[in-house]
């Protein structure tokens, strides 16, 4: 319920560890001290604990940026080398145990959507404030739209030793749904599911579904799912009719987690792009959709996105091979975490947004 989330943020719930993906270096100084001095502050129990622990890097990548998906795993795979040079710890090896939850935040960015408001903050966009104080050593002063994400998602840590968990920078919310479960998928991403059973045609269009990224839960006790994407109820239905019939669906909140395994193996797919640094790919329509849809639906959706058609056939041909290379006997590959039709839920990365949510 909303009560016992908000009663598990108000205890401090926290991930292990918190990698927070910034601008630059001089904005990754800043929140290392920033958060290591205030909601993770690490020995507030009274013991030597490393933990949590927190890790900043920046995406110094080419022009254009990483996207979400390559950006994710190299901000990962900076954090990891940065765990071992200035602490001796080797994260890959503790999430591979399941012996530490691990949270990684997006905050790169210019905040032009924001405007004026990162100016006010040296433009470090995710230090924004908002009109609620909290202790910073010893201090009370304003909490910054990253803290309050921090402070919200950490409900989730205690479920998720032995993976990395996504989330972005500018999104806070409340679930309502139960935050506390079993992982049953390498891959689970956050969505508000709608009802028990599958939308008609005049409820998915009455919902808005054509207008979001939408998980498709399948009927069948794996609760296996799929990623669409802005598209009718009927193109919706053909394009999963080969892999079962639809039981549950609802939005993306584009937030995720991902078994260590799983990391591991995809740091090792995209190791030249990480290396180049100068290919852009998000998590969506690069990782999900080519894992989850059926090579001909892919294209077509692609397509529509103005992709040509054999540069997706030839990207979903690589994903399907690494598909192959993955362990699927204890766990599916992709599922849905429902956050509850009543969960709250605040989008802090437009100007209009902030003011209509704090005002």
């Given at each position: 319920t909303?009560?016992?989330?908000?009663?598990?943020?108000?205890?401090?719930?926290?991930?292990?560890?918190t990698?927070?993906?910034?601008?630059?270096?001089?904005?990754?100084s800043?929140?290392?001290?920033?958060?290591?001095?205030?909601?993770?502050?690490?020995?507030?129990?009274?013991?030597?604990?490393?933990?949590?622990?927190?890790?900043?890097?920046?995406e110094?990548?080419?022009?254009?940026?990483?996207?979400n998906?390559?950006?994710?795993?190299?901000a990962?795979?900076?954090?990891?080398?940065?765990?071992k040079?200035?602490?001796?710890?080797?994260?890959?090896?503790?999430l591979?145990?399941?012996?530490?939850?691990?949270?990684?935040?997006?905050?790169?960015?210019?905040?032009?959507?924001?405007?004026p408001?990162?100016?006010?903050?040296?433009?470090?966009?995710?230090?924004?404030r908002?009109?609620?104080?909290?202790?910073?050593?010893?201090?009370?002063?304003?909490?910054?739209?990253?803290?309050?994400?921090?402070?919200?998602?950490?409900?989730?840590?205690?479920?998720?030793?032995?993976?990395?968990?996504?989330?972005?920078?500018d999104?806070?919310?409340?679930?309502?749904?139960?935050?506390?479960?079993?992982?049953?998928?390498?891959?689970?991403?956050?969505?508000?599911?709608?009802?028990?059973?599958a939308?008609?045609?005049?409820?998915?269009?009455?919902?808005?579904l054509?207008?979001?990224?939408?998980?498709?839960?399948?009927?069948?006790?794996?609760?296996n799912?799929?990623?669409?994407?802005?598209?009718?109820?009927?193109?919706?239905?053909?394009?999963?009719?080969?892999l079962?019939?639809?039981?549950?669906?609802?939005?993306?909140?584009?937030?995720?987690?991902?078994?260590?395994?799983?990391?591991?193996?995809?740091?090792?797919?995209?190791?030249?792009?990480?290396?180049?640094?100068t290919?852009?790919?998000?998590?969506?329509?690069?990782?999900?959709?080519?894992?989850?849809?059926?090579a001909?639906?892919?294209?077509?959706?692609?397509?529509?996105?103005?992709?040509?058609?054999?540069?997706?056939h030839?990207?979903?041909?690589?994903?399907?091979?690494?598909?192959?290379?993955?362990?699927?006997?204890?766990?599916?590959?992709?599922?849905?975490?429902?956050?509850?039709?009543?969960a709250?839920?605040?989008?802090?990365?437009?100007?209009?947004?902030?003011?209509?949510?704090?005002?």
């Amino acid at each position: 319920t909303l009560k016992s989330a908000c009663e598990a943020m108000a205890k401090g719930a926290l991930f292990d560890v918190t990698i927070i993906c910034t601008t630059d270096d001089h904005q990754a100084s800043y929140w290392m001290k920033r958060l290591s001095e205030g909601i993770c502050a690490a020995g507030s129990d009274g013991s030597d604990s490393k933990f949590p622990l927190v890790l900043a890097v920046s995406e110094d990548w080419g022009a254009g940026g990483a996207g979400n998906g390559l950006g994710t795993l190299y901000a990962y795979t900076k954090a990891v080398k940065l765990a071992k040079e200035a602490h001796g710890i080797d994260l890959e090896e503790l999430l591979a145990k399941g012996e530490v939850s691990a949270a990684l935040f997006h905050t790169a960015g210019k905040g032009t959507r924001m405007a004026p408001l990162p100016a006010s903050e040296n433009n470090n966009k995710p230090g924004v404030r908002l009109p609620v104080c909290h202790n910073v050593n010893d201090q009370f002063i304003p909490i910054t739209v990253l803290e309050a994400v921090v402070k919200q998602t950490g409900v989730y840590a205690k479920s998720r030793k032995g993976r990395l968990s996504v989330f972005w920078g500018d999104q806070v919310f409340v679930p309502s749904a139960a935050y506390e479960y079993t992982p049953t998928h390498h891959i689970d991403i956050m969505c508000t599911l709608l009802g028990e059973t599958a939308p008609t045609a005049e409820e998915w269009s009455a919902q808005g579904l054509d207008k979001y990224g939408v998980i498709a839960v399948l009927q069948g006790e794996a609760k296996n799912a799929a990623q669409v994407e802005k598209v009718s109820h009927a193109t919706a239905v053909k394009m999963l009719e080969s892999l079962g019939d639809i039981g549950q669906v609802g939005p993306s909140l584009g937030s995720f987690s991902v078994s260590s395994a799983f990391l591991s193996a995809l740091c090792k797919e995209y190791s030249t792009e990480l290396e180049e640094k100068t290919a852009k790919l998000d998590t969506d329509p690069h990782f999900w959709m080519p894992l989850t849809l059926p090579a001909e639906e892919y294209k077509n959706l692609m397509e529509q996105k103005g992709i040509d058609k054999e540069v997706s056939h030839k990207h979903h041909e690589r994903m399907t091979a690494f598909k192959a290379t993955l362990d699927l006997t204890s766990m599916g590959l992709f599922g849905a975490v429902d956050v509850g039709k009543d969960a709250c839920w605040w989008d802090y990365g437009q100007l209009k947004l902030y003011s209509t949510n704090n005002l």
